[in-house]
C-alpha cells in the first residue's frame, strides 16, 4: 500500500499540489487514524511476527478504529471511497474469525512461497488465512495479484484496490485544494474539458500523455493482461521460485539418485548459487527432517560443501 501513497504523492507534486498544505488539513479525531495506523504498522513489522497468533484480532482492531475515523471526516474527497474499502476488509475478516482469506492460486501468481509454506504449515500466516469451501465472502479476499512496477507482486483484496483509489483522491484534494478537479469536470462538462485540451501548452500536453499513458499501462499490465513468463531460465527466476526449483531437485534426486539428471538440471546455476540456496531452504526447514535430508543428499551428490565457508 506505501507503493501507491507514494506515487499518488508523486502525482499531487507534478500537479502543483503542497506538503504544507497537507500538513494544514484540519482532521477529526487524527488520534484514532494514528493509532489504527500504528497497529497496522506493527502488524506488518518484523516485531509482529512474535505475536503471530494475535495479528488478526490487531488488524481488526485498527480497521476498527480508522472506520469512525473515517466516518467523522466524510467530507473530505475521496474518504468516503477509502472508507467502503475498509469496511468491505473489515467485513470480510470479522466474517472469517478476524483472519482475511487469501486465495491459493492468487498467491502462486505472486510467488508468495514462503507464505503459502507457513499457511500450508499452520492454516495462517500473521493475519492472513487459506481460502477454502467454508470461507465467507470469498470475493472480498485477497484475490487479485499486482505485479511489476511494484518492488515485488502482491496480492490484494477488492478493499484494499478501494483504499488506494479513496487515498489517491484524498491527497490529491489535500494538496490541491477545493479545485484539485479540473473546473470542467466540476462543473459536469467533461466534453468541454476533453476539447480544451487542444488549447494547452505543449509542456502540460505531454505530461497528460504520459501519465495517461502510464495508468493505462498499469491497468493492462496488472488487472486486463498480466504479463506471464514461459520456458525462462532457472537462474532467471525470482530468488523464491529460484528455491522452490532446486527443493523440486532434490525430491526428484531423492526419489530416482540420478546424479547425472540433477546435474543437468541444475547446469545453469554456478556452484555458489546452489550452495547458498541450499543453506537457506536448510534453515527454513526447521524440524522437517525428510527435506533436509534429500538437500543434504543433494548437496552431497553435486560434491558442495555446506561447512561455514564452503569448506
Not at 467502503?84 to 470479522?94: D, E, K, Q, R, Y
Amino acid at each position: 500500500m506505501s507503493f501507491f501513497i507514494i506515487v499518488s504523492l508523486i502525482v499531487a507534486l507534478l500537479r502543483g499540489g503542497s506538503l504544507l498544505r497537507l500538513g494544514q488539513l484540519h482532521i477529526r479525531h487524527a488520534y484514532l487514524i494514528i493509532v489504527g495506523l500504528a497497529l497496522q504498522l506493527f502488524v506488518f513489522s518484523p516485531f509482529g511476527a512474535r505475536w503471530e497468533p494475535w495479528m488478526g484480532y490487531f488488524y481488526l482492531a485498527s480497521l476498527a478504529l480508522l472506520l469512525p475515523a473515517v466516518a467523522l471526516n466524510r467530507d473530505l474527497p475521496g474518504i468516503r471511497l477509502l472508507g467502503l474499502g475498509l469496511f468491505l476488509n473489515f467485513l470480510v475478516i470479522a466474517a472469517n474469525g478476524g483472519l482475511m482469506p487469501i486465495s491459493v492460486e492468487a498467491a502462486h501468481r505472486a510467488g508468495l512461497f514462503d507464505v503459502m509454506d507457513a499457511l500450508q504449515t499452520t492454516g495462517r500466516h500473521r493475519h492472513v488465512a487459506l481460502m477454502d469451501e467454508g470461507t465467507k465472502f470469498r470475493f472480498l479476499g485477497d484475490t487479485i495479484v499486482l505485479g511489476y512496477p511494484l518492488p515485488s507482486a502482491s496480492v490484494f483484496s477488492p478493499g484494499d484496490i478501494l483504499v488506494a483509489l479513496g487515498a489517491f483522491i484524498f491527497l490529491q484534494g489535500a494538496m490541491l485544494g477545493p479545485n484539485w478537479l479540473p473546473h470542467y469536470f466540476q462543473e459536469r462538462k467533461p466534453v468541454a474539458y476533453l476539447l480544451s485540451l487542444s488549447q494547452i501548452s505543449w509542456l502540460k500536453g505531454a505530461f497528460i500523455f504520459g501519465l495517461g499513458l502510464l495508468l493505462g499501462w498499469l491497468i493492462i499490465g496488472w488487472v486486463l493482461w498480466p504479463v506471464e513468463y514461459y520456458d525462462t531460465d532457472p537462474p532467471d527466476l525470482r530468488r523464491s521460485h529460484q528455491e522452490a526449483y532446486i527443493s523440486l531437485v532434490a525430491d526428484s534426486f531423492g526419489l530416482n539418485g540420478d546424479v547425472p539428471l540433477a546435474s543437468e538440471r541444475l547446469q545453469d546455476f554456478n556452484d555458489e548459487e546452489i550452495r547458498d540456496i541450499i543453506l537457506t531452504l536448510l534453515e527454513r526447514q526447521g524440524e522437517d527432517l525428510a527435506s533436509s535430508q534429500r538437500l543434504r543428499d543433494l548437496a552431497l551428490a553435486l560434491a558442495l560443501s555446506l561447512a561455514p565457508g564452503g569448506e
